[in-house]
C-alpha cells in the first residue's frame, strides 16, 4: 500500500504561479513513476506531467509544456509540480498518482497508476 498527500493547491490570479506536492508514504520502494493528472468539472481526466523514478525522464502534457515543471526529491519519494504562467484554463482538481507495477499502459494514461491522492484545488482567476 502507497499512501499519497498532496498540497500546495489554492487560487491564484492569470499569470501566477503554485507549486503542488505530493509525499509518498507505506511501500515506495517499488516505485515505477509518478504523476500528475488534473480533472476540471465535465471533463475527462487529463495527463499533466510525470517522472519515470529509474530512468529519470520527464514527461509532459501538450497543454502544460514550457509552463509546467515537474521534479522530485527521491530520498523523500516527493514529487513536485511547479507550475507558472496559469491561466484559467489550468482550473482544476489536481491528482498526484503513483505507479509501483509493470502496467500495459504508458504513463500518460491513469490506468497505468496504482495509487492516488485525494486531490488539490487550483483555480485561477482572470
Known amino acids: 500500500q502507497v499512501q499519497l498527500v498532496e498540497s500546495g493547491g489554492g487560487l491564484v490570479q492569470a499569470g501566477g504561479s503554485l507549486r503542488l506536492s505530493c509525499a509518498a508514504a507505506?511501500?515506495?520502494?517499488?516505485?515505477?513513476?509518478m504523476g500528475w493528472f488534473r480533472q476540471a468539472p465535465g471533463k475527462e481526466r487529463e495527463f499533466v506531467a510525470a517522472f519515470g523514478w529509474s530512468s529519470g525522464t520527464l514527461y509532459y502534457g501538450d497543454s502544460v509544456k514550457g509552463r509546467f515543471t515537474i521534479s522530485r526529491e527521491n530520498a523523500k519519494s516527493t514529487v513536485y509540480l511547479q507550475m507558472n504562467s496559469l491561466t484559467p484554463d489550468d482550473t482544476a482538481v489536481y491528482y498526484c498518482a503513483v505507479r509501483t507495477s509493470v502496467s500495459i499502459h504508458k504513463v500518460q494514461h491513469p490506468a497505468a497508476y496504482d495509487y492516488w491522492g485525494q486531490g488539490t484545488q487550483v483555480t485561477v482567476s482572470s
Open positions: 507505506g511501500h515506495t520502494f517499488g516505485i515505477y513513476a
